[in-house]
């Protein structure tokens, strides 16, 4: 039976985000013009189109951030109570829901996700991340470090393109409910929502030098990581930076914390609710075209059920719709950006020649733009590259197993640890893989499920320190007096 129905075209008006030419560096809480460096242009992946001139800041911009948010932390910030602090947070996230539509848009132009994804699932996660840590702000005695913790004082934040908003927020909300000052420094190919977010820094009416956003690519994030005056480093991207960030900052007084990539197993057990499974692997590795560190990359699948699951799961993929990511039916977006399709090619085609199978979902791939259909590899070893190697994108490796030790030895064959996934009718079975997985976060019966409360981050490789939770809180604070 063909499932396929026909759609109209449904797109999201994107009249409501008003585009500047350019934009300067938010600093001291005022946009202004960078002073070394040079401008660049941020696209929107879909269609090639440029979407604004940014600033990429020179290590004299770096360096004005700094003294900006160390001064805020001297004269006001470090003075302002807990609860105050709470309520500048409280006043964010309530901006942040009021212009949802509008951040929803603008993150879909400049990331290429589907509106559907950044309008139900990254903007309504920002504005909870906001609401979670204003209530940690007058709380710290309860952190577990004693009674009133200490803030680092400046926090120098780096983080990647594949969740802008959600990524900053992770990263923003706890350094400020903590009592640190930020300079935050977006990914060069989406810039934008970070300098909204400038915007409503603004209107939330934070106090001057609090937040400051500065744009720019790896040499603007290096010379502020490298910054003397910053106390406190927090970074999400490749594992490959996280290594050169590490030993850049060895041996200096700087505090840590690192989120790396991944390559997660999904294990679906031949108990397990096929149908359910199935929805759990589409969401796992085809969620935000695969852009996800979390990503369930890599599909374990008891032998008996194989050919059950990859049938119904390559049905399910001929279903999903890919294209213009402001279509409120979009399934599948576009690629971030040109590197990283070039990056997706050559690993599919690695693939191919060290032998496994490919599948592609039969769709039509627009003129302009960067995309990649979902693409299902079978008859993968654990030797291919494409079974160990973090792919980044809308390509799922498929491995089988026979016994559950058997599953739990691939699943921990990476040097990633960051996340997994148990499918399985029996909760006895989930208590006893989930004890033998080296991930920092395990799913049971579902996949990608984030929430502020809950702490999120890796072991190995991916990266040390948990963001999100008590335990994220921890990573913004030290001991009275250390
Ligand atoms: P990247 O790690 O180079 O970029 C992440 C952020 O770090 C960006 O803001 C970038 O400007 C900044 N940066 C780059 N070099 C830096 C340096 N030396 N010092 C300080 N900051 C620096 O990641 P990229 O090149 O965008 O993607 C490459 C691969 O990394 C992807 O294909 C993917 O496999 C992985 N990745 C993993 C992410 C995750 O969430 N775990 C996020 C982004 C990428
Ligand atoms: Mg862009």
Redesign the pocket.
Known sequence: MNQSFEYSPAPESRAIVNLATSYGLFIDGKFAQGQDGAPFKTIDPATEEVLAEVWGAGPKDVNRAVTAARKAYNQTWRKTSGRERGKYLYRIARIIQERSRELAVLESLDNGKPIRESRDVDIPLVAAHFFYHAGWADKLDYVGLGSSPSAYGVAAQ?????FPLLMLAWKVAPALAAGNTVVL?????TPLSALWFAEICQQAELPNGVVNIIT???????A??SHPDVDKVA????????R??AI?IAGTKKSLTL????KAANIVFDDAPIDQAVEGIVNGIFFNQG???CAGSRLLVQESIADAVIDSLKRRLSTLRLGDPLDKNTDIGAIN?A??LA?IVELAKSGELDGANKWQAPCQIPEKGYWFAPTVFTNVTQSHRIARE???GPVLSTLTFRTPSEAVEKANNTPFGLSAGIWTEKGSRILQIASQLKAGVIWANTFNRFDPASPFGGFKESGYGREGGRQGMLGYLRPRGK
Request: charged content about 15%.
């Open positions: 780096v983080i990647p393109w594949n420094k977006p990914a060069e190919t720019g690519d790896g040499a603007t994030g290096a502020l990581v970074f999400t991207g490749s594992t490959e930076v996280g050169q960030i850049s989120e790396l990539g991944g852009h996800v560190c950006s590197p990283q990056k973090e792919i980044f």
